[in-house]
């Protein structure tokens, strides 16, 4: 067998390891899983979670995104915690503690502080009996089934136990607040995350190349040019947009251009799209019409167009 097919073996039989063993820990959730989300979700205070080693990197991490999904979250190292940082710990909070084996010495002193002051605590661990778990109000017991080394010393498939259990608390938790994409981008601002969860209200124009259907070819121009978005929105009246003047409808009406007004040259019941309408599914739209912008109609009120979206402006952000 050469190093590569040695390589490769090893690898696959890791990753079934952990998905054999995801499996059973699907399997395994009972009713204290319910009790955990239940008693998170009646804490008036922040969720504390905390653990050592591998578990506090774990923990960081199902921290975050809990913090992400609308469950106030932080991480205490519990070294640091024995040393002041209890105080970072109130009435009103929910401590989840991490720890494999359930006897990790750097733990004792912030258990001791959740019996003292009655702050629920919520143990994850893959030992029944062990200390944090007879002490915690409520179980989340992950399987005990060895590790993916072989030989039960490489936190593997516990780590992806315990991650996964932290994921499935986090989502349950934004299933049942209803959090919704736009919950999720107020803390996800940045980035190509942040990009993917703009709306359309958030990118679009607001200072429109708009003119009335009556307005000389001649003034159209001048708008379009000024603007610099390639097209003017033509509207009636009531100040409805009813058509588009693009550079392809100039190219139509080359002949005696000037001499027309937009509404002998517009394009009538123009592509709109939602101010509420998600950007990616602006670009979607653009690409596959091939055009460059689209004008913003609240389609409830089918009223005054209220924005403009370009293609360039969802390409500066990372989309397209």
Sequence with gaps: MTDTEAFLRTARQVITDEARALDVLAESLNEDFADAV?????????????????????????????????TPAYFVHPAEASHGDLGMVSKGDVVLAISNSGEAPELVNLLAFTRRFGIPL??????????LMTQADVHLLIPSLGEACGFGMVPSISTTLTLAMGDAL???LMKYR???????????????????????????HVDLPVVSEGTPMSEALLVMSQKSFGVV???????????????????????GLLDKTTKEVMTTNPLTISPNAMAEEAVAIMNDRKITSLFVVDPGTQGPAEGLLHI???LRVGLG
């Design 38 to 70: 239940q008693m998170i979700l009646q804490a008036p205070g922040r969720i504390i979670i905390s653990g050592i080693g591998k578990s506090g990197h774990i923990g960081h991490k199902i921290a975050a995104t809990l913090a992400s999904t609308g």
């Design 122 to 131: 919520i143990g994850l661990s893959s030992k029944p009996e062990s200390t």
């Design 170 to 172: 986090a989502i349950a």
């Design 178 to 204: 209803d959090f919704k994409p736009e919950d999720f981008r107020a803390f996800h601002p940045g980035g190509k995350l942040g990009a993917q969860l703009s709306t359309v209200r958030d990118l679009m």
């Design 233 to 255: 929105g033509v509207t009636d009246e009531t100040g409805r947009l009813i058509g588009i003047v693009t550079d392809g409808d100039l190219r139509r009406n080359m002949d």
């Design 312 to 314: 360039h402006d969802c």
